[in-house]
Nanobody
Framework: QVRLAESGGGSVQTGGSLRLSCAAS????????MGWFRQAPGKEREWVAA????????YYSDSVKGRFTLTQDYAQNTMALHMSNLKPEDTGVYYC?????????????????????????WGRGTQVTVSS
């Protein structure tokens, strides 16, 4: 059974930084695809970033590109989202999501495209609040 556990949320002022972590357990292989989504109060969930463990490439939404960075730890099967220059509009619950390695060619494309159906596993979320 796959389990994703987020940590690192909190409150910061505009311009501050936070680091979110997601620890994954239960994946049978190491070439997974994992990502982050967020949901602000009263808004739909939106994709933030994704990383494909197979080649280490990361992908970002336009709203966070240049401010957020994904890193991964292959040995620990974890990933971290380094958030800097935070803005009030970054406030929301941040969810870690993942999809274990599949057999189909280019199976990870939905994951790096930020599609909900590109993920099969979800964490419970961690709150990030950015005050002005």
């Amino acid at each position: 059974q796959v389990r994703l556990a987020e940590s690192g949320g909190g409150s910061v002022q505009t311009g501050g930084s936070l680091r979110l972590s997601c620890a994954a357990s239960g994946y049978s292989a190491s070439g997974n695809c994992m990502g982050w989504f967020r949901q602000a109060p009263g808004k739909e969930r939106e994709w933030v970033a994704a990383i494909y463990f197979g080649d280490g490439k990361s992908y970002y939404s336009d709203s966070v590109k240049g401010r957020f960075t994904l890193t991964q730890d292959y040995a620990q099967n974890t990933m971290a989202l380094h958030m800097s220059n935070l803005k009030p509009e970054d406030t929301g619950v941040y969810y870690c999501a993942g999809l274990g390695q599949q057999s189909q060619p280019l199976w990870w494309w939905k994951c790096i495209a930020g599609r909900d159906d590109g993920y099969s596993d979800w964490g419970r979320g961690t709150q990030v609040t950015v005050s002005s």
